[in-house]
């Protein structure tokens, strides 16, 4: 099937004897053309403002796109911050200069806010030229839990599109593209907005929150899901199901079983990206009812560097490239496993131990719904927790009994694991904490695990 994947520069090309749909919510479609007049209306107000960083905060991903795109052709520079709550953005306004978003700011920031579609005037004219040189600033919290910036150029995003284009766009073809993830995520950024632009691909302006609502949308339509593991554990396969031509999940490690049940309930597999905002995506999977490795795209090389994996990319701009903080079982040249985080393996009287596995096999023991496993120090030594999120039986018998359940576990562990890796300290939580993209914070599970102490 021939495609053309097209640059941000022609993503607002104009035909009016074909009206191309952009997005589209219940049965009404938004045309390129209607886009552009947006857009146009609220560039022509940026370039009266000062402001020359612009965050911006929507729900509705089609005001995201023409408050993205009025800030690259105003020459103002987007900043995307990852934050899911509005009062967070508020707190990390150091960051921008202007906020321009839906909602109704009740508290005080430093900068200008804006709200486009309630204050724009009808406006016409031209847009200037972008240049592909021109930067979007993303922020990752990383494992610290403070922002950390990372600036990418529309060649960047271009360039990234027509790496994973090839691996999707057969199955993208003719869909109308569902999302549960926020476009502020490179990932979102990536595959709700540059890929489905690039590639013609309609994209529902309101985002997924429920599987529920995924559910609804059984229609003659085909669609695509792009979406995260923490998503798709929530789905209830009674549901029925609506014709799905691909699903897409990056942000975390997405359990086999869960791939065997949308598999059995779309009769489609689950296909995987492995990137990081700063890497850009590295390699795709795709899996119905079996393990399979990961495969580098094109031209991703990754090259053992004493205890680290240096990665060179197309998507990267460093000469030298980037230390990985991830483990890698390579299978051949192209294909792997991943063996966790290189922060979970850890030294524990003098044995090295892989937190990643102890969690695996705490999932493993009956009753146990989710985990997370770290390394505390009490008392001066440094010991092995695990937050744990039972079933209501277990937690009663737990509760009842603690001392005998907690002998059952490290007897059964036992089998599996070292005596020093076995966990010595336990806590039930009622849910593990997680961020949008399903990803932990370490320093947030140490405080939770000591606050339940």
């Not at 804006?114 to 406006?123: A, D, G, I, K, Y």
């Not at 005596?419 to 140490?446: F, G, M, N």
Request: glycine share 4%; aromatic share 8%; with cysteine.
């Amino acid at each position: 099937m021939s495609y053309q994947v097209r640059s941000i520069l022609q993503w607002l090309d104009t035909d009016s004897s074909n009206p191309v749909p952009v997005f589209w919510f219940k049965d009404q479609f938004i045309s390129v053309q209607d886009l552009r007049g947006e857009v146009v209306e609220l560039h022509h107000h940026l370039l009266t403002l000062s402001a020359k960083r612009v965050a911006l905060y929507f729900e509705d991903h089609y005001s995201f796109v023409i408050s993205l795109l009025a800030c690259l052709y105003a020459k103002k520079i987007p900043v995307l911050l990852s934050q899911t709550k509005l009062s967070r953005i508020a707190i990390e306004s150091q960051h921008y200069d202007l906020l321009l978003s839906e909602h109704t700011i009740d508290q005080d920031i430093d900068g200008e806010v804006f709200q486009p579609r309630e204050s724009l005037q009808p406006v016409s004219g031209d847009l200037p030229a972008l240049s592909l040189q021109q930067t979007i600033e993303l922020f990752t919290s990383g494992s610290s839990g403070h922002p950390k910036k990372v600036v990418k150029t529309l060649q960047q995003m271009d360039d990234e599109s027509r790496l994973i284009a090839p691996l999707l766009h057969s199955r993208l073809a003719d869909s109308c593209l569902l999302t549960t993830v926020n476009p502020c995520h490179l990932y979102g950024l990536t595959f709700t907005v540059w890929l489905p632009f690039s590639l013609g691909i309609p994209v529902n302006r309101k985002r997924v929150i429920f599987p529920e609502e995924f559910s609804a949308h059984v229609t003659n339509r085909c669609y695509t899901l792009i979406t995260s593991p923490a998503f798709l554990k929530r789905i209830d396969e009674t549901l029925p199901p609506p014709p799905t031509s691909l699903v897409l999940s990056a942000g975390g490690p997405l359990d086999l079983p869960v791939t065997t049940k949308i598999n059995a309930w779309l009769g489609v597999g689950v296909d995987e990206i492995y990137g990081s905002t700063e890497t850009g995506v590295m390699a795709h999977r795709y899996r119905e009812t079996i393990e399979r490795p990961w495969r580098c795209l094109p031209d991703v090389r990754f090259t053992p560097i004493e205890d680290h994996w240096l990665l060179k990319s197309p998507l990267v701009t460093e000469v030298t490239g980037l230390a990985l903080s991830d483990a890698l079982t390579f299978v051949d040249d192209d294909c792997f496993h991943l063996a966790g985080r290189l922060s979970r393996l850890i030294k524990l009287e003098e044995k090295r131990i892989s937190l990643d596995e102890i969690e695996r096999q705490v999932l493993a023991l009956e009753g146990i719904i989710d985990a997370a496993v770290m390394a505390i120090t009490q008392r001066g030594r440094k010991r092995i927790a695990a937050l744990v999120v039972m079933s209501a039986e277990q937690e009663q018998q737990w509760r009842l009994n603690r001392i005998a359940t907690e002998r059952l576990w490290r007897k059964t562990l036992g089998i599996y694991l070292e005596d020093i890796a076995i966990p010595r300290y336990w806590r039930s939580v009622t849910s593990i904490p997680c961020d949008a993209l399903h990803k932990r914070q370490e320093s947030r599970l140490q405080e939770l695990f000591f606050e339940t102490h």
